[in-house]
């Protein structure tokens, strides 16, 4: 797992990178029951974190979940749970 293989694609795509959230469909229901399609994005942030264990700087996307999931088990464990359940883009 070399930290920069970790870099964030060119392409931003709205998915996280630590927990693997991404956008949902669902309908905007008007007043009179009409229904039409919408998408319910994540809260995305492209953050910056220095990684202790490799001594270097990564950009991740990351939810709001994803930023308070790596505050609580800290970033090493959070990428390699990210990393085992395929959400990073190595």
Same mark, same amino acid.
């Given at each position: 797992?070399?930290?920069?293989? =970790?870099q964030k694609h060119n392409?931003? $795509?709205?998915?996280? /990178?630590?927990?693997?959230?991404? !956008? /949902? &469909? ?9 229904? &039409? ?8 942030f492209t953050k910056k974190?220095? @990684? %202790?264990?490799?001594?270097? @700087?990564? %950009?991740?996307?990351? $939810? !709001?979940?994803?930023?308070? =999931?790596?505050?609580?088990?800290? =970033?090493?464990?959070a990428i390699k749970s ?5 959400? =990073?883009?190595?």
């Amino acid at each position: 797992m070399h930290p920069q293989k =970790l870099q964030k694609h060119n392409t931003m $795509s709205k998915i996280c /990178q630590i927990t693997g959230k991404k !956008a /949902q &469909t669902g309908n905007n229901v008007a007043h009179s029951n009409l229904r &039409t399609k919408r998408k319910f994005n994540v809260n995305l942030f492209t953050k910056k974190f220095f @990684w %202790v264990e490799e001594d270097c @700087w990564i %950009v991740l996307n990351v $939810s !709001a979940a994803g930023l308070r =999931l790596i505050n609580k088990i800290g =970033l090493d464990a959070a990428i390699k749970s990210a990393s085992e359940k395929g959400f =990073l883009n190595t």
